[in-house]
């Protein structure tokens, strides 16, 4: 017995103080068994309503036991916060809903989480989502920050980001929520449940299904070990009280919950154990009556052309998945307006939806997450996260859908969000008998009826480049399409970080150069009006029709006619755009180049009402996703290609000037957002530049800066790829997690890279009288002490350690650092001028050995280049002798990755 403590009496007892209720006589063995096996087969609805009482009077309602102690020796109960009655009777009844070994009913929802993480000691791994309500949120960071447990923040409905910080050695509570708050982002349960436990044993899986509840999702019954609910939602469904459910599977964890609860002191109070029977009996009538509805809402909105969180919708990205697991899709669902301001005016202007934080209530809720329940997480965090700032997240109650609509339509006309639709034939929308008593098509047709008498509310322009853009992809328009006249080719280079990788993400300087490794691409004209993506490195093939992009989401308002990108993402549209090339069977690398040509040809395009078709076909010597900056180089690529296509810039002659290139840099910054989440502009800064820089980002009002180094070229440095892929995406956003949970660990780590670089900076700007030999020799050391920051970062990789091994160790004493963000890719090892050239190939070849890539690499070197006067293109003969233009694209393609570099030299005179 470990526990020296008495445990509330367990729903497998059915304990339910038999010996206090017990009044009628005993009914026969057979008979009970009868029952059961008949009740076992009850549905839902059944078993929300038939509590299980033996009140010694006949009582209906399990009666309130409103006391502290109990008194005599032998009872089943002696103090309230141990056991009671009420609360064992409720716990009974919630372990039968979620078909648990047993329930546990707290004072809150958070108390639930605060209960289980009290099971993860320090030093051990949280795993959490990045979807997360700000209370959450808010616990998770003070176990971080004060009980030394190791919280990250991963895309827990992505198993890629969570598989990295799994580990069998690495004791780690994975905290999943589906769908998430308020993104309604879906995580496929079991599959994760199942790949957790296969790559950690240990690991504890604990589901916050607070957004579906026992009636739509029972996660226990999915492979996760500990469920918990806050009761004041669904459960309770009338925001008179507040409870939180745990539900175990297992005996074990069972009892260290149970223990964890009598020794907090947190069980439900007898009262609201109470009201929280009262509420679940009618659980799943209300919740029918509530999707139903927000399903409705949903439609309405989605008709409207708002960007619409919901899972039920048709256009969510992993419906499928949520109704594998889930057998409705809730009644909260939200969306974006484009605009925070916009928003806050809707939010204001709703009266039958009160604004207020939580859900699952019988009453409707309107609220801006980013100002309210999400308010405690920081607005940087937020973006880093991908929460838009103008989310409006709607909890929908049991209120007839007619009014519902009805104030949701006068609070977005109200708050300018929609206009009348003049063309519309009616505005007024008779009232129908009963929404309810209609087929699912009729109540349908009635909310896509009425959302046609609206349109979302566009500038005047905006409405004409609209209608414009309509017509021209339906094809009956006389305005004339434009065409590129000619192939536009470019290159742009990767780079190499030598020091303060990651801490430049957090404001700390770091240096940089770029490498003569390129990434090639032609944007090739078509006539079809379509857009698509050529990349042979990674077989993607794929089109698009130019007129079934979201154009109703191009955001709106601002200076369209500024040549500079935005410095944000407008979340709608990538959402959108994210969602429509989720359905082409397209690995992760393909999905990443498609948003972001797709993402930039439509912002660029939204200045143009005559947006030409074309095809972009890249191919790069770059290794993808190896630290040397790949999605920098494509970036650069796609950014200046589409801005020559789209007439943002002149095709320059003599080179790109430093206006021009600033201008690429903007969108190239762009795209690196969206394949990166939070970059801090070097590698973009250094691939459209070229050369080697110190670079700070600007950063909380502070300016950035970005220095030419001129002390560098001449350094020679040995690239090792570790060939293990990783994804820049979430390491960045590791450290980003760690840095939150462990500001005290992280920030003297950030600070001593800020030296390392400082010095390096110096030494490396070209007018340090250090000598050579010494400088040599500094350099080496701070590569070094840079490691040990990286690996204390945890963005080192075991790979990575056996290259630092192998290069440090006799005979070859060298200085060797992983580059970029780590966690695989590549290492970089300085070599000093007098090091052998045998040596050097001895090296290499004891590289290549143990399974790695070496490649020593010439730095410095042009920035983004233009192919300026292409020699006439290569011209063969046909079989009826005439001419035939091969395009450069099929010599993109066909030059493989050794060949690229003497292809595009062979294609006549470059600018840089
Ligand atoms: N040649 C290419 N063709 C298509 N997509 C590419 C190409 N090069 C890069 N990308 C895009 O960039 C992504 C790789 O970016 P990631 O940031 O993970 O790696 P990296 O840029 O090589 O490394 P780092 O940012 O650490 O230097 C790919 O998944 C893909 O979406
Ligand atoms: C890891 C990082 O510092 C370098 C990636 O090449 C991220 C960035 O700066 O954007």
Wanted: proline content about 5%; hydrophobic content about 40%; aromatic content about 6%.
């Amino acid at each position: 017995m470990p526990f020296a403590v008495r445990y509330p009496p367990s729903p497998s007892e059915t304990s339910l103080a038999t010996s206090i209720f017990e009044t009628t006589p005993a009914k026969s063995v057979s008979e009970e068994e009868a029952h059961l096996a008949r009740s076992a087969k009850w549905q839902f609805s059944t078993l929300c309503a038939s509590v299980d009482n033996k009140d010694q009077y006949g009582s209906s309602a399990v009666p309130i036991y409103q006391t502290a102690t109990f008194k005599g020796m032998d009872g089943p109960y002696d103090y309230t916060r141990s056991g009671n009655p009420t609360r064992g009777a409720l716990e009974a009844h919630l372990a039968k809903l979620y078909g648990a070994h047993a329930c546990y009913a707290l004072s809150t929802g958070m108390t639930c989480l605060d209960v289980i993480l009290r099971l993860v000691k320090p030093g051990e791994t949280v795993l959490a989502g990045d979807d997360l309500y700000g209370g959450t949120n808010r616990l998770l960071t003070y176990i971080g920050t004060h009980g030394g447990v190791d919280v990250r923040h991963v895309d827990t409905t992505r198993l890629d980001e969570l598989e990295p910080h799994l580990g069998p050695g690495n004791k780690s509570m994975v905290l999943l929520e589906s769908p998430t708050n308020p993104l309604l982002k879906i995580a496929d349960i079991p599959t994760i449940c199942a790949a957790v436990k296969a790559a950690a044993p240990s690991a504890l899986i604990v589901v916050d299904n607070t957004m579906m509840s026992p009636y739509l999702q029972r996660p226990l019954n999915l492979g996760a070990d500990i469920v918990y609910d806050s009761g004041t939602k669904y459960l309770s469904g009338h925001h008179d009280l507040m409870a939180g459910i745990i539900a175990v599977g297992e005996p074990e964890v069972a009892k260290s919950i149970a223990f964890l609860i009598n020794a907090v002191g947190c069980g439900l109070a007898p009262f609201d154990c109470f009201l929280l029977l009262r509420g679940i009996k009618t659980m799943s009538v209300r919740m029918d009556r509530q999707i139903a509805t927000a399903e409705l809402v949903a439609l309405y909105l989605h008709e409207l052309g708002f960007l619409v969180h919901y899972p039920g919708l048709k256009s969510h990205p992993k419906r499928d998945i949520h109704y594998k697991q889930a057998t409705g899709a809730g009644a909260v669902l939200s969306f974006t307006t484009g605009d925070k301001s916009l928003s806050e005016k809707v939010v204001g202007s709703a009266r039958l939806w009160g604004i207020s934080v939580s859900f699952g209530a019988v009453n409707s809720l309107i609220s801006m997450p980013c100002l309210m329940s999400h308010a405690s997480i920081s607005a940087a965090v937020r973006a880093e996260r991908g929460l838009p700032e103008d989310l409006i997240r709607l909890c929908v109650g049991i209120e007839d859908p007619r009014d519902l609509i009805d104030d949701l339509e006068h609070s977005l006309f109200a708050g300018g969000a929609i206009v009348p639709d003049l063309s519309h034939p009616t505005l007024s929308h008779p009232r129908m008998a009963n929404l309810y008593e209609l087929g699912r098509e009729h109540r349908e047709h009635w909310v896509i009826e009425r959302a046609r008498a609206y349109k979302r509310s566009l500038p005047e322009n905006a409405i004409q480049k609209l209608v414009d853009g309509v017509k021209r992809g339906l094809g009956f328009s006389s305005i004339p399409r434009k065409q590129l006249a000619n192939e536009i080719t470019v290159s742009a280079p990767g780079k190499v970080i030598l020091f303060g990788e990651h801490a430049v993400v957090h404001g700390v300087t770091a240096i940089a150069s770029s490498v003569d490794l390129r990434c090639y691409a032609v944007l090739t004209p078509r006539s079809d009006h379509k857009i698509a993506l050529e990349a042979s490195d990674s077989s993607i093939e794929l089109e698009w029709d130019i007129s079934a992009l979201p154009w109703n989401l191009l955001p709106l308002g601002g200076d369209r006619g500024k040549r500079e990108a935005d410095k944000e993402l407008d979340s709608a549209l990538l959402h959108s755009i994210e969602a429509l090339v989720e359905d082409s069977n397209v690995n992760k690398t393909g999905k990443g180049a498609s948003v972001t040509l797709l993402y930039t040809y439509m912002l660029m395009a939204g200045n143009d009402v005559n947006a030409p078709g074309v095809t972009l076909t890249v191919s790069s010597t770059l290794p993808i996703g190896a630290g040397l900056g790949s999605s920098a180089a494509y970036s650069t690529c796609v950014s200046t290609s589409l801005l020559l296509a789209h007439s943002y810039i002149d095709p320059p002659k003599n080179g790109f000037d430093p206006a021009t290139r600033d201008v690429v840099d903007s969108w190239a910054f762009l795209c690196e957002k969206i394949l990166h989440g939070n970059p801090s502009g070097i590698d973009n800064a250094v691939s459209v530049r070229g050369g080697a820089v110190a670079f700070t980002r600007a950063m909380g009002g502070r300016a950035g800066g970005l220095e030419g180094l001129h002390g560098f070229s001449s350094i020679r440095l040995l690239l090792t790829n570790t060939l293990v892929p990783r994804d820049t995406k979430s390491l960045v956003a590791r450290v980003s997690a760690k840095r939150l949970a462990e500001p005290e660990v992280v920030d003297p780590i950030l600070k001593s890279i800020q030296t390392i670089s400082d010095e390096a900076k110096t030494l490396l700007s070209g007018t340090s009288d250090v000598g050579r030999q010494a400088l040599v020799l500094r350099l080496e050391t701070l590569i070094r002490q840079n490691q040990v920051y990286l690996t204390q970062l945890g963005v080192s990789h075991p790979s990575l350690e056996m290259i630092v091994a192998a290069t440090t160790g006799e005979p070859f004493n060298l200085a060797t650092k992983l580059t970029g963000a780590g966690g695989g890719g590549c290492a970089l090892t300085l070599i000093p001028d007098g090091f052998s050239e045998t040596s050097l190939q001895a090296l290499m070849e004891d590289l290549t050995n143990l399974g790695f890539q070496p490649h020593l690499t010439a730095l410095g070197g042009s920035g983004v280049g233009f192919l300026l006067s292409p020699t006439s293109d290569e011209r063969i003969e046909s079989d009826t002798g005439e001419g035939m233009t091969i395009p450069k694209r099929s010599g993109l393609r066909d030059a493989g990755s050794d060949g690229l570099a003497n292809w595009a030299e062979s294609l006549g005179t470059w600018v840089y």
